[in-house]
């Protein structure tokens, strides 16, 4: 059974560089049937879709995001990460990773978030 | 990139039955057959209950159902449990090789 985690710091300053990294457990990220997702959901908001990367390192982008967004693999630690750039405190969220099926197109197993605040 | 529209709040006696709705476009919903639907308890991850718009996975309950008709899809929850009291959320594949999610539902069990 896969498992995800996340971790990060849990402030971050306003206009740095928010990175968040989920290490996978139970399955190699270079599987091609699976692809690995960023998600968040800001307080009293819903779910905001981030972005993905495939096992190949190929990764889509929420087009909203995209210019501060970068999501790629870690192969040798088995893990992917997010960096996130300029955050504002609008980016203050629970952030989680999840795994995606390429087969089926959804997210079948999560992480169980981290709250990231965006603060001064 | 516009969020899926669905109603804020839906609420209905244990044993009936209530239907959320998801309005998208032909970009999303209405040109795929990857709706999702996902329910999420307070300070919990979200957990898929259907997938390619009516499909569950195993070890999720009969009483949740999907369907669409055009650009809308809509989640049954059959045989309304109190712990069906969360929010819900439907997701679709999109024509730019994204995703995007709904706008969230809360579900009370009155």
């Known amino acids: 059974q896969v498992q995800l985690q996340e971790s990060g710091p849990g402030l971050v300053k306003p206009s740095e560089t928010l990175s968040l990294t989920c290490t996978v457990s139970?399955?190699?990220?270079?599987?091609?049937?699976?692809?690995w997702t960023w998600i968040r959901r800001p307080p009293g908001k819903g779910l905001e879709w981030i972005g993905h990367?495939?096992?190949?390192?190929?990764?889509n982008y929420n087009p909203s995001l995209k210019s501060r967004v970068t999501i790629s693999l870690d192969t040798s630690k088995n893990q992917f990460s997010l960096r996130l750039s300029s955050v504002t405190p609008a980016d203050t969220a629970v952030y989680y990773c999840?795994?995606?099926?390429?087969?089926?197109?959804?997210?079948?197993?999560w992480g169980q978030g981290a709250l990231i605040t965006v603060s001064s | 990139q516009s969020a899926l529209t669905q109603p804020a709040s839906v609420s209905g006696s244990p044993g009936q039955s209530i239907i959320i709705s998801c309005t998208g476009t032909?970009?999303?919903?209405?040109?795929?057959?990857?709706v999702s639907w996902y329910q999420q308890h307070p300070g919990k991850a979200p957990k898929v209950l259907i997938y390619?718009?009516?499909y569950r996975p195993s070890g999720v309950s009969d009483r949740f159902s999907g369907s669409k008709s055009g650009s809308t899809a809509s989640l049954t929850i059959s045989g309304l449990q109190v712990e069906d009291e969360a929010d819900y959320y439907c997701?679709?594949?999109?024509?730019?090789?994204?995703?995007?999610f709904g706008t969230g539902t809360k579900v009370t069990v009155l």
């Open positions: 997701n679709s594949y999109r024509s730019d090789s994204t995703y995007v």
């Open positions: 032909s970009s999303d919903i209405g040109g795929y057959e990857y």
């Open positions: 390619d718009v009516r």
């Open positions: 139970g399955e190699s990220v270079t599987n091609d049937i699976h692809y």
């Open positions: 990367v495939s096992g190949n390192g190929a990764s």
């Open positions: 999840a795994r995606g099926s390429l087969l089926y197109m959804f997210l079948d197993d």
